[in-house]
């Protein structure tokens, strides 16, 4: 693994190399991500409704991780790296999908081939930053106006036999009675 002073021969600072273990915990922690462990990562998930990270080695610790994921049968999304680069798009799309819509079980994959590859500290700065400004754009087009919102209370208020019905992803959402 390379460290993070690891300097390429005849560069600056602004060219210090970083391997995949170095860009992963830095995508992690843009992203939002908290490491937590097994049983613990899920409740966290489910009380905060920010993802809840469990690391472990693939293969036996991937299985016996995902069996402490409160019986939940399928993943939302499975994303594996095969180069450097895409390690942080990666990390944003499962802790995305972590947090999106149903949240759920999430599995990223950063193989070892991957983990100990190197990058310039400062490609790795504008692959993080190109994956924040894709997922600004991203995040205006899935918003629900206010003005949607208070037509959608005014249709429930003036319904004659109104009917609501709601699950855990109501409770998930925090919807609250106004």
Not at 154 to 175: D, F, W, Y
Request: glycine share 8%; proline share 4%.
């Amino acid at each position: 693994m390379a460290d993070s002073d690891t300097k390429a021969p005849n560069s600056h600072a602004s060219q210090t190399l970083i391997d995949g273990n170095v860009l992963a915990a830095k995508a992690l922690a843009r992203f939002g991500a908290d490491r937590m462990f097994g049983v613990v990562a899920s409740a966290y998930g489910y009380l905060t409704g920010r993802p809840g990270v469990l690391l472990t080695v693939s293969g036996p610790g991937c299985v016996h991780g995902l069996a402490d994921r409160s019986r939940e049968t399928l993943l939302q999304i499975v994303c594996k790296a095969k180069d450097i680069r895409d390690i942080p798009d990666c990390v944003f799309r499962v802790i995305d999908r972590a947090i999106s819509g149903r949240p759920g079980a999430c599995y990223l994959d950063l193989p070892s081939d991957v983990l100990h590859q190197t990058i310039q500290e400062s490609d790795a700065e504008s692959l993080l930053d190109a994956v924040a400004e894709s997922s600004e754009k991203r995040e205006a087009v899935f918003r629900v106006s206010n003005s949607d919102t208070e037509k959608a209370v005014s249709l429930l208020r003036n319904a004659e036999r109104p009917l609501i019905v709601c699950g855990k992803g109501a409770a998930l959402l925090e919807l609250r009675t106004r």
